[in-house]
């Protein structure tokens, strides 16, 4: 190929050079070295200003056992997980699954349902706030209660979760239906005239090749719990109940106590739990792509 | 299981007739996707709703009532309280550029990875790819340092540094998309057919001229619907500009929600409305460019 062998001018090199030198270096200056520099910086009992100190391992054994928030906000970023995994995916897989047939309305189910996706969370939350509000909340009037969802520490990690899932099931029913679009429909025809009904149809011939999908879907729900922060800062910054491992990194930069070696020990934290998923994520888009 | 010829049935009655007649599983699966997408619409449709009403009204009979007066005043009240103009105009400043240097830069980059053989470009996409995912929260605290050491000059920053500048959050949201388009543009300009670049070639065209002339162009489908996309991410962002602005008069139109809330007392319906209004822009988006929506959510997942 005349490419391969071709030499390149040197305009063609300036050219180059500068389109992805800035592409790198805005890279590594933004994303990467500031990820790298937290790993750094969490062995450190720096504040911000004055000299750093190294302390090795002492932030992340204060984290674990002189700082209560850590383990609460572990055991809600457990549970956002758990139910956007359990609950919120597999609706939305079940919504897409109805939704992939020629449907009159289809496209009106469709905009409602991933509707919530264009929002902001922060909108997000400020809705739920209406929805869940304890004095006039809508919830407390159809049901009659006088319950306080989202002040009562808790339970109030639930009721966000449904909101959070309000918009998650939309993300994943519309990657899900352009999975199910792209199942050769060959294979459906032929589990029907070997009798399987719609259900042995879609467990054991369409969910099998729905492999790269699934991989993807998981992904993208494990950073999304990863990354919450927006709907619980909306809400009440974050506290009492609705502690997450993020809203606690923020925490320790922002605000007048800038402990910045100890907000960086967090974030290694999110940091070590995301690349083994980022990892999973790229090695089965590379592998479709070979 | 196999398939066996029923022997009495008459062949002028086929198992599937032609005619459509209502089937029961089909009304069944309209009735719960029916009640699913209400269910779906009901707090968008509410918030509509409470922001309409006055609040002494919905103080006494709660937000599940009938109305007796409805009102357009607290959208002009969240309208010139929290002086949405100045905010919206804010996130113009901020999203505009944002999205098309993210465009133009990673549009140059998966061109260079997918067209040409430069060494170490698949190295390059995957570290592209993988800083897209990681959680925002990871980078932020030395992200944040780094910015307040980092001196603009007074023209481009009236902080004179990129901590509180429209610049600073521009490069964030800029690096932060990049990974996504670069690595959904490469994949996209690998369908194009080689020819038109070998053509191009033997005519001499430089690599400026390959990417600008040639290569571009035929990326509008793609272009479309990540702009579409980063316009709705980036228009979204909550925690960035929290993070790096100081200035409450320069922050995103997200972010003023907050102006809404008083110190002791937080009128709910006048949120509502406020919350509709910074929501509006990216519902008519999405209203306007559906289709380009979702071939942008889909984009990364499936194959371009």
């Given amino acids: ?290 | 299981m196999t398939l066996t010829a029923p022997a009495t049935a008459p062949p002028a009655a086929p198992p599937a007739p032609p005619r459509r007649r209502v089937r029961p599983l089909r009304v069944l699966l309209h009735v719960f996707l029916g009640l699913v997408a209400l269910g779906w619409l009901l707090p968008l449709a509410l918030s509509v709703y409470a922001s309409l009403r006055p609040y002494d009204e919905t103080a006494r009979l709660g937000y599940f009532s009938l109305p007796e007066q409805l009102t357009f005043g607290y959208y002009e009240q969240a309208w010139t309280q929290a002086e949405l103009p100045r905010y919206y105009l804010n996130t113009l400043i901020i999203v505009i550029p944002g999205v098309l240097v993210t465009l133009l830069l990673a549009s140059f980059t998966a061109f260079a990875i997918a067209r040409l053989r430069i060494p170490g470009r698949r190295t390059l996409l995957i570290v592209f790819a993988a800083g897209n995912l990681l959680p925002p929260q990871v980078l932020i605290t030395p992200l944040y340092t780094l910015y307040t050491m980092v001196p603009l000059p007074a023209w481009l920053s009236d902080s004179q540094s990129l901590y509180d500048s429209y610049v600073g959050l521009i490069l964030v949201h800029v690096a932060f998309q990049f990974g996504f388009c670069v690595f959904v543009m490469a994949n996209f300009m690998r369908t194009i057919p080689e020819e038109i670049n070998e053509a191009a070639l033997v005519d001499g065209a430089g690599v400026w001229k390959r990417y600008w002339r040639l290569t571009l162009p035929l990326c509008r489908p793609v272009l479309a619907a990540l702009g579409t996309l980063q316009f709705t991410w980036m228009y979204n962002d909550f925690l960035w500009a929290l993070v790096l602005m100081s200035s409450g008069d320069k922050l995103p139109v997200t972010s003023a929600l907050n102006n809404l809330r008083g110190q002791f007392f937080t009128d709910y319906n006048l949120l509502a409305a406020g919350s509709l209004l910074v929501a509006l822009p990216t519902l008519i988006v999405f209203q306007l460019l559906h289709k380009q929506f979702v071939a942008g959510l889909t984009l990364g997942s499936t194959k371009g």
């Fill in chain 1, 1 to 290: 190929m005349t490419s391969r062998t071709r030499r390149y001018s040197t305009r063609d090199m300036a050219v180059l050079v500068v389109g992805l030198g800035v592409a790198i270096v805005v890279n590594v200056g933004v994303i990467w070295g500031p990820a790298l520099a937290s790993v750094g910086l969490s062995g450190t009992d720096w504040s911000g200003i004055g000299p750093i100190e190294w302390v090795g391992a002492q932030n992340y054994h204060d984290l674990a056992a002189e700082y209560p928030p850590f383990w609460s906000a572990v055991r809600n970023n457990v549970l956002w997980l758990g139910f956007l995994a359990l609950i919120a995916t597999p609706f939305g897989l079940f919504c897409a699954v109805l939704l992939d047939r020629r449907l009159r309305m289809s496209r009106f189910y469709q905009s409602a349902l991933y509707m919530p996706v264009v929002l902001s969370l922060a909108v997000v939350g400020f809705i739920a706030q209406l929805v869940y509000s304890s004095d006039y909340g809508v919830l407390n009037s159809v049901t009659g209660l006088t319950v306080d969802w989202l002040g009562d520490s808790s339970i109030n990690i639930w009721v966000v979760m449904v909101a959070a899932a309000w918009r998650h099931v939309g993300y994943v029913m519309v990657i899900y239906l352009a999975g199910l679009k792209a199942v050769d429909p060959a294979l459906k025809e032929a589990a029907a005239i070997d009798g399987a009904d719609e259900r042995q149809t879609f467990f054991r011939v369409v969910f099998p090749t729905l492999r790269p999908v699934n991989v993807i879907v998981l992904v993208i729900t494990v950073i999304e719990a990863l990354r919450a922060f927006d709907i619980v800062y909306a809400i009440n910054r974050g506290r009492n109940g609705l502690e997450l491992l993020s809203v606690l990194v923020t925490e320790n930069i922002v605000g007048e106590a800038s402990r910045i070696g100890f907000g960086s020990a967090i974030a290694v934290i999110l940091l070590a739990i995301s690349v083994g998923f980022i990892a999973t994520y790229l090695s089965q888009m590379f592998r479709e792509e070979r």
